[in-house]
């Protein structure tokens, strides 16, 4: 009894690492960071000039939606699921948390692009702080200032949901932007990035 029992512990362990690893033989947060490294510098050498970036905030806009607007988590949770294909809560929750792997200067091929501080970013909220912040970013990035959320991808990788592009300093949100993944390339050729 205690060695057929060994043997489906054993059998459950195997098949559960197994299942963690997709077909390419590496684990979900290497296909992560290598699908963010693909994206991010494709739609930064063919789509935008970008002098310098917005590092990004620690939460995925999700997290941000739930602490700032929570009673529209649940519908931005909803639809997000919905664009990128998911049936299940947890695989959206499974794909948040490899979003916590993003390290966007470590995934960036072009090392010339300056970073600003997220934090400091987020942190103006006076005129007078805005105004210092303007002659700082002239010195620094005189042409293109740009910003990226953390992408979402689908549970195949085969869709990602983002944003990148330049800030509008409005309450508004920018739209993001859903991109599919075929022939070894994203196809971003529906968008425009402003």
Same mark, same amino acid.
């Given at each position: 009894?205690?060695?057929?029992?060994?043997?489906?512990? @054993?059998?459950?362990? #195997?098949?559960?690492?197994?299942?963690? =690893?997709?077909? #390419?033989?590496?684990?979900?947060? +290497?296909?992560?960071?290598?699908?963010?490294?693909?994206?991010? $510098?494709?739609?930064?050498? +063919?789509?935008?000039?970008?002098?310098?970036?917005? +590092?990004?905030?620690?939460?995925?806009?999700?997290?941000?939606?739930?602490?700032?607007?929570?009673?529209?988590?649940?519908?931005?949770?909803?639809?997000?699921?919905?664009?990128?294909?998911?049936?299940?809560?947890?695989?959206?929750? @499974?794909?948040?948390?490899?979003?916590?792997?993003?390290?966007?200067?470590?995934?960036?091929?072009?090392?010339?692009?300056?970073?600003?501080?997220?934090?400091?970013? +987020? @942190?103006?909220?006076?005129?007078?702080?805005?105004?210092?912040?303007?002659?700082?970013?002239?010195?620094?990035?005189?042409?293109?200032?740009?910003?990226?959320? =953390?992408?979402?991808? @689908?549970?195949?990788?085969?869709?990602?949901?983002?944003?990148?592009?330049?800030?509008?300093?409005?309450?508004?949100?920018?739209?993001?932007?859903?991109?599919?993944?075929?022939? $070894? =390339?994203?196809?971003?050729?529906?968008?425009?990035?402003?």
């Amino acid at each position: 009894m205690e060695k057929g029992l060994l043997l489906i512990v @054993s059998l459950i362990l #195997s098949f559960s690492m197994i299942s963690c =690893k997709k077909e #390419s033989g590496k684990d979900l947060s +290497e296909l992560y960071s290598e699908k963010s490294a693909e994206l991010v $510098n494709q739609i930064l050498s +063919e789509n935008i000039n970008c002098q310098c970036i917005v +590092e990004p905030p620690p939460e995925t806009f999700l997290e941000i939606i739930k602490h700032d607007m929570p009673e529209m988590h649940i519908m931005f949770r909803k639809n997000t699921m919905a664009q990128l294909n998911m049936d299940q809560q947890s695989t959206l929750d @499974s794909m948040l948390h490899l979003s916590n792997e993003f390290n966007l200067e470590k995934l960036l091929v072009n090392t010339s692009i300056k970073f600003i501080d997220g934090e400091v970013f +987020e @942190s103006i909220n006076s005129m007078e702080e805005l105004e210092k912040w303007n002659k700082m970013l002239a010195d620094k990035c005189p042409e293109n200032l740009c910003y990226i959320t =953390k992408p979402i991808f @689908s549970e195949d990788f085969k869709l990602v949901l983002f944003d990148l592009g330049y800030p509008n300093y409005s309450c508004f949100p920018s739209t993001r932007k859903i991109l599919k993944y075929y022939n $070894n =390339k994203w196809d971003s050729s529906d968008y425009t990035w402003d």
